[in-house]
């Protein structure tokens, strides 16, 4: 005798002896996509999709992650991670992925992280910053965890000094924070921070405040343009000129040239891109310093070092200033 047991969804049968159901399996067999309106689909059906995209990943509920290496796992509701420095940690953000309104300053000495989650710089992991994050620039002590923390990570504030900002991760212990540092690179990042993403730029002043920077995701608008050579000697040799950008990082500059004597002209160039050729590009007015109305108004790629090259082909002076740049990644 057999017996539909709705109840479990399973076909079963009675044994010779009359004394158990012996279970035949499933009394309908699973369609190949759950039908229209099923709230959920079996485990079975999830590890045949899964299966379609290379090795099947080890499905685990978010309260139940490994502690030992499995390989790359799914963790329901938030998608693959992977395992790194003795834990998993998110992995599921593509290359270079960045997703951030941009860097703000509630005050003069100090910068604040909105949420946002980026791919770190290595490429390894996904940072996740839940919650905006403001760090103070100090004047005194080290850097500190937390909301509201000490924020530069090697040393104190100090005049005409560009900081880096970074958001870095401990995958050992899954926090995610905010650090200022002077190398590029946050080579003086906190311990256990093993990874970072670059997120924003800021530099202080003479008087030891930040000088003020609109920053929009990945672009840059000085609150006054930034005289970066009043004037600069450009002759037929050419030479590299820094201008108001991170170093260590390229960018397309905003700039505006005033040229100091009537009909030269000038070539720019990314940093370190040496030339030779007939110099055609701009042409000077012999303007005044400061001019409201710039020779010209040009953008132009900077080296990693944050410089540009330039070169006359007679001797001549030129102004020049930063207007706004954006960061390439």
Sequence with gaps: M?????????????????????????????????????LYASQAWVNRRLSQFGTPLTVV?????????????????????????????????????????????????SILVPAGNWRAESDFC??????????????????????GGNGI???????????????????????VDVCLDTDPNAANRPAGFTQYRW????????????????????????????ADASPVSVTSSGLNLSLSVPAGRICRADISIVGRLAGT????????????????????????VGADTPTSRLTVTTSTAGQIYMRAPVTSNWDVFTVAFEAID
């Design 2 to 38: 057999t017996w539909a047991d709705t109840g479990n969804g399973r076909l079963k049968r009675r044994n010779a002896a009359g004394t158990q159901w012996v279970d035949l399996g499933p009394l309908f067999s699973e369609p190949a996509t759950p039908p229209d309106g099923a």
């Design 61 to 109: 509920a978010p309260n139940a992650i490994p502690t030992t290496n499995m390989g790359e796992i799914w963790v329901e509701g938030y998608g693959p991670y992977r395992w790194g420095a003795g834990v998993y940690v998110p992995n599921k953000l593509p290359a270079k992925h960045r997703n951030n309104s941009g860097v703000t300053t509630p005050s003069n000495v």
């Design 126 to 147: 996904d940072i996740i910053l839940a919650a905006a994050r403001t760090k103070n620039l100090q004047a005194s002590g080290g850097w500190t965890a937390g909301e």
């Design 153 to 175: 990570c090697s040393g104190v504030r100090a005049i005409n000094t560009p900081y880096h900002i970074f958001v870095i991760l401990n995958p050992t212990t899954g926090a």
């Design 199 to 226: 997120v924003g730029w800021r530099v202080t002043d003479a008087s030891n405040v930040i000088i003020p920077l609109l920053q929009n995701g990945m672009f840059f608008s000085w609150g006054y343009r930034r």
């Design 265 to 288: 002209k000038v070539m720019i160039t990314p940093g370190g891109l040496a030339t030779t050729g007939t110099i055609t590009d701009y042409t000077g007015d012999g303007g005044p």
